[in-house]
C-alpha cells in the first residue's frame, strides 16, 4: 500500500474513533442559541447542485471534486477526510463513481448519515456499462452516469429533500418547495433536450466520445452512443475498437466526434487520425461536460447548465437545429477545464 494510503487511512480511523463533526442546530458561537446552517459535503458538481438547490439558505455545501476533476480516479486528501468528518451529512453519487473514494465513504457512514443519491433510482432503469446488453447484466452496480438521463436525475431529489427534511425538519417545508421548484425546471430542459436532438438527422444520431458515459444521454434522447474507452476511465481503449469506430464513422458519414472535459482527448485524437488516414474528415464537435461541470460560477458549471450545454452542442455539431444560446439564452461556449 502506498505511504499517502496509509495516512488517509489513519486520518480516517483517528477521525472516525473521535466521533467528530458538529451536531446539527447547535448554539451559534455567539452565545445567542441560533441554529447553525447544516454543513454538508458532496462529491461531485452534480450532486452538490441538487443539494444546494433543495436545500437554498439553510444549508452550506462542501464539494471534493471541482471542474475537470475525474471522480473515477480521484482519492480523497487529508482535507477532503477533514471536512467529511466536520460535516453533518455527506452526499455522494454512487454506483462506484467515486471508485477510489469508497472505502472513505464507508467507513463515514458508520458514524454519520451518507447517502448515495442514486439510491432513489429504480434498479430496473439503470444501465449496463455496455449498451449492447440487457440493463444491469454486464456491471453488478450499474453505469453511473445517470445525471446524463435528466428525467433519471430528477428522481434524486426526492430523495435529498427527504434526507435534508430528516436533518433539519423545521425547515421541511421549504426543502420541499425548493425541490418541487427545481424538479419543473428539470423538466423543461428533458423537454428541450427531447425537441433539439430529434432535429438531428437520423443517420447522423452518433454520439462517440472519450469514454461510456453518455449511454443514458443516448436512451433518453434518441443517440447512438459508442464510448472509445470503457465505463470508467481507467479502462484502456484498444485499437481494434479504434479500429471499429472509424469504420462506423465513414459508413453513417458522420463528420464529428467528441471529447470530454475531465478525460484526457488523446484517443479522440486518434479516431480523427484514423479517419483521415481512409480519406474521412472528422472535425471535434466539441466539448462535452461528462464526470464534472464546467468552472465554478459559470452557467454551465451548474447541472442544468452543464446538461444545456451538450443537448445543444450535440445537436449542432450533429446537424441539428439549436440556438447557440441554447435553452435559456446562456450558453457561452465554456468548456475549459
Request: negative net charge; contains cysteine; proline residues 3%.
Amino acid at each position: 500500500m502506498k505511504i499517502c494510503q496509509i495516512g488517509l487511512l489513519m486520518v480516517a480511523g483517528l477521525s472516525l474513533g473521535c466521533g467528530s463533526g458538529k451536531p446539527t442546530g447547535v448554539s451559534g458561537g455567539d452565545g445567542t442559541g441560533a441554529a447553525e446552517k447544516l454543513q454538508v459535503v458532496v462529491t461531485v458538481g452534480m450532486v452538490g447542485d441538487l443539494v444546494r438547490n433543495v436545500g437554498g439558505d439553510q444549508i452550506e455545501v462542501i464539494q471534493i471534486c471541482g471542474a475537470g476533476v475525474d471522480p473515477h480516479l480521484y482519492m480523497p486528501t487529508r482535507d477532503d477526510v477533514q471536512d467529511i468528518m466536520e460535516s453533518d451529512a455527506v452526499f455522494y453519487c454512487g454506483l462506484m463513481l467515486e471508485g477510489k473514494m469508497a472505502d472513505t465513504l464507508k467507513k463515514v457512514g458508520r458514524r454519520k448519515p451518507v447517502f448515495a443519491v442514486t439510491d432513489a433510482i429504480d434498479r430496473s432503469r439503470l444501465m449496463s456499462g455496455d449498451a449492447s446488453q440487457p440493463t444491469g447484466q454486464s456491471e453488478a452496480h450499474g453505469d453511473p452516469h445517470v445525471w446524463n438521463d435528466i428525467s433519471m436525475w430528477s428522481q434524486c431529489v426526492d430523495l435529498i429533500r427527504d434526507k435534508l427534511t430528516e436533518l433539519a425538519p423545521e425547515h421541511g417545508a421549504q426543502f420541499a418547495e425548493n425541490a418541487a421548484a427545481y424538479q419543473a425546471e428539470l423538466e423543461r430542459l428533458h423537454a428541450y433536450g427531447l425537441r433539439v436532438i430529434a432535429t438531428i438527422p437520423e443517420a447522423s444520431r452518433l454520439l462517440i466520445t472519450s469514454h461510456d458515459a453518455f449511454n443514458y444521454f443516448g436512451r433518453a434522447y434518441g443517440v447512438d452512443v459508442r464510448g472509445i474507452q470503457g465505463i470508467s476511465t481507467e479502462s484502456e481503449a484498444g485499437l481494434q475498437q479504434i479500429n471499429a469506430l472509424v469504420d462506423l464513422l465513414i459508413r453513417r458519414n458522420v463528420k464529428a466526434v467528441f471529447v470530454e472535459s475531465s478525460v484526457s482527448p488523446k484517443n479522440v485524437e486518434a479516431l480523427i487520425e484514423g479517419a483521415a488516414s481512409q480519406g474521412h474528415t472528422v472535425t471535434k464537435g466539441g466539448t462535452l461536460f461528462s464526470d464534472a461541470m464546467g468552472r465554478e460560477g459559470s452557467y454551465e458549471g451548474t447541472y442544468i447548465g452543464m446538461l444545456d450545454h451538450n443537448l445543444t452542442t450535440t445537436a449542432r455539431a450533429l446537424g441539428g437545429q439549436a440556438d447557440p444560446g441554447g435553452f435559456q439564452g446562456k450558453l457561452s461556449g465554456q468548456t475549459e477545464h
